[in-house]
């Protein structure tokens, strides 16, 4: 009996450190099915996705612009996911809070097939950054490969504001 509830606890420790980092770091893991888990969130509504890794010096500069232009109630239909790992959490962090997008939802792929879940996002995704995905409140999608010009983010964001119904 004791050596079954070892085992179990064993098992629990093993499984825990995963959940416990995502979690305290205020990051989801991208998995299969993620992606639509996304999308079905913001059902009738607009939102902006980017795709982007602390090894993409471009990326660097849509991060800066996103988190100046954006404000407090903009930024909550923003979506960020970055396709670095687990273990680059903290680097993680470092980035968003730098750029003061600290309270935007994040997401970190899981290790595994990046290419698997790239292509469940967008076949047609090869893997540049910063990708970025503007959603208009009918999710009808318009796919951005590279830095998002100024003119794209206002068009997105005005599309996002006349459609994003006022929460209370």
């Not at 790992?85 to 993680?92: R, Y």
Request: net charge negative; charged share 25%.
């Amino acid at each position: 009996m004791k050596a079954g509830l070892v085992i179990v606890m064993l098992l629990l420790f093993q499984l825990a450190p995963a959940s416990v980092v995502f979690a305290s770091a205020g990051m989801r893991e991208f998995v299969s099915g993620s992606y639509n888990d996304i999308v079905d969130a913001r059902r009738n509504r607009a939102f902006i996705l980017v795709f982007w890794s602390v090894d993409c010096p471009p990326c660097y500069g849509e991060l800066e612009q996103l988190g100046s232009v954006l404000t407090k109630e903009l930024k909550t239909r923003l979506v960020l996911v970055s396709l670095d790992s687990a273990s680059d959490q903290e680097m993680i962090r470092e980035v968003l809070n730098k750029y003061n997008l600290a309270g935007v939802e994040a997401w970190v792929f899981s290790s595994g097939d990046d290419r698997r879940l790239r292509h469940e996002v967008d076949p047609m995704w090869y893997g540049e950054l910063p990708r970025s995905y503007l959603f208009d409140s009918q999710h009808n999608r318009q796919p951005i490969s590279g830095v998002l010009s100024l003119e794209q983010l206002k068009t997105g964001l005005k599309q996002e504001i006349s459609d994003y119904p006022s929460e209370k």
